[in-house]
T-cell receptor, first 117, second 114 residues
Framework: DAGITQSPRHKVTETGTPVTLRCHQT?????MYWYRQDPGHGLRLIHY???????DKGEVSDGYSVSRSKTEDFLLTLESATSSQTSVYFC????????????????FGPGTRLTVT | AQSVTQLDSQVPVFEEAPVELRCNYS??????LFWYVQYPNQGLQLLLK??????LVESINGFEAEFNKSQTSFHLRKPSVHISDTAEYFC????????????FGQGTRLTINP
């Protein structure tokens, strides 16, 4: 298994509070991603990073910000959590490797279940 | 823009029966195609992938998928399922140029009944 950890694994928070989720990798991959998973929607990309301090928006970035100050860490922040942000959040990493055939296979962390009350 | 459609949100089958999970994508350019599996309360794991070459690709646990360019499909099949195959399955696509981003389908929940 790829070395990806997410913290916390579960969190309950109140509407309006800030929340930060952390993704940590030990694979030295260039790309890191944050997704949210909701029933009927599959996985939707929130933000991604292509290097230290280099990030870009995904399809559902409103209400979220990210930071990457080190290769191994990618933080997702909800500045003021809302009930619509209740979801399961997954971090993923990718890079071209000797076995990937030129593709950027993504490897996923175990997820963080966030509930906003 | 790319999009991926998984035609069935849920597929119930009996143990040892065959199964097909359908995936269609829209893209006018060459793509990479993936199937991921998510077991209950876990993250996603890569099941198999099509990059180029043979249009039939196989996984180590008996699943196979066939790339059909004319029908823009990448259906997943298994001739005989087991209880342990109960999971949610996601089809995903990326452009060969700019392959760093994946677009996922909505997922198909496969339920195996004894």
């Amino acid at each position: 298994d790829a070395g990806i950890t997410q913290s916390p694994r579960h969190k309950v928070t109140e509407t309006g509070t800030p929340v930060t989720l952390r993704c940590h990798q030990t694979e030295n991959h260039r790309y890191m991603y944050w997704y949210r998973q909701d029933p009927g929607h599959g996985l939707r990309l929130i933000h991604y990073s292509y290097g230290v301090k280099d990030t870009d928006k995904g399809e559902v970035s409103d209400g979220y910000s990210v930071s990457r100050s080190k290769t191994e860490d990618f933080l997702l922040t909800l500045e003021s959590a809302t009930s619509s942000q209740t979801s399961v959040y997954f971090c993923a990493i990718s890079d071209i490797t000797s076995g990937s055939g030129g593709s950027y296979e993504q490897y996923f962390g175990p997820g963080t279940r966030l509930t906003v009350t | 823009a790319q999009s991926v459609t998984q035609l069935d949100s849920q597929v119930p089958v009996f143990e040892e029966a065959p199964v097909e999970l359908r995936c269609n994508y829209s893209s006018s350019v060459s793509v990479y195609l993936f199937w991921y599996v998510q077991y209950p309360n876990q993250g996603l794991q890569l099941l198999l992938k099509y990059l180029s070459g043979s249009t039939l690709v196989e996984s180590i646990n008996g699943f196979e998928a066939e790339f059909n360019k004319s029908q823009t499909s990448f259906h997943l099949r298994k001739p005989s399922v087991h209880i342990s195959d109960t999971a949610e399955y996601f089809c995903a696509v990326s452009y060969i140029q700019g392959a760093q981003k994946l677009v996922f389908g909505q997922g198909t929940r496969l339920t195996i009944n004894p």
